[in-house]
């Protein structure tokens, strides 16, 4: 089946800082990535959809300069987070859909945990 | 609004044992209702699916009817296996949603040898 990877797998970070993480869709090419935020025994909430080359579309109540996204190619969407702060801490999960999976399922990655000191 | 609820876990079980995970489900509209399950260390996988009402999805031993009269997709497995530990979210896609999807919060389980 198609993989999606995430890069890092888990970070630490300081207070004030901005961490960058990675999704990549291995073998397909994914014309919608979504990005997911899971705290500890919760649900995944959906964070925001990114269309490649268009900018991202984020959830009620979700900070759109403080969670940046980039969806520079098929392949490829970015999810900066900015300033970062110990609330900020969390489990984040991205996904995608392919162009020759539309209508089917969505693809997820592994996560990335995300530690903000 | 439209939410999933799903038993709260960890569910242990001893290896052979039945399994039921409860998922009921809120919707506007008629949702695709699905089962993902999440390994140690790894993604989240879709287990199964159903589109429709009365449809019954299955995969791995693992089956889920769609009962849009008790707005439900409970999980079964007749006899579970060590591997099949995991955690398993269940979860709703609205057709015009696009694929936003909605998951429950995710139930553990735990299989004995």
């Known amino acids: 089946g198609a993989v999606v990877s995430q890069h890092p797998s888990w970070v630490i970070c300081k207070s004030g800082t901005s961490v960058k993480i990675e999704c990549r869709s291995l073998?397909?090419?994914?014309?919608?990535m979504f990005w997911y935020r899971q705290f500890p025994k919760q649900s995944l909430m959906l964070m925001a959809t990114?269309?490649?080359?268009?900018?991202?579309?984020?959830e009620q109540g979700v900070e759109k300069d403080k969670f940046l996204i980039n969806h520079a190619s098929l392949t490829l969407s970015t999810l900066t987070v900015t300033s970062a702060h110990p609330e900020d801490s969390s489990f984040y999960i991205c996904?995608?859909?392919?162009?020759?999976?539309?209508?089917?399922?969505?693809?997820f990655g592994p996560g990335t945990r995300l530690t903000v000191l | 609004g439209n939410s999933v609820t799903q038993m709260e876990g960890p569910v242990t079980l001893s290896e052979e044992a039945f399994l039921t995970i409860n998922c009921t489900y809120t919707?506007?509209?008629?949702?695709?209702l699905f089962w993902y399950v999440q390994y140690p260390g790894e993604g989240l996988q879709l287990l199964l699916k159903?589109?429709?009402?009365?449809d019954k999805g299955s995969n791995k031993g693992f089956e889920a009817t769609y009962r849009k009269e008790t707005t439900s997709f409970h999980l079964e497995k007749g006899s579970v296996q060590v591997s099949d530990s995991a955690v398993y979210f269940c979860a709703l896609r609205l057709l015009t949603g696009g694929f936003k999807t909605i998951f429950g919060a995710g139930t553990r389980l735990f299989v004995k040898a």
């Open positions: 990114s269309n490649e080359g268009s900018k991202a579309t984020y």
């Open positions: 996904s995608a859909v392919g162009q020759s999976y539309k209508g089917s399922e969505q693809f």
């Open positions: 159903a589109t429709k009402a009365d």
């Open positions: 073998d397909f090419q994914a014309t919608t």
């Open positions: 919707a506007t509209g008629y949702p695709s």
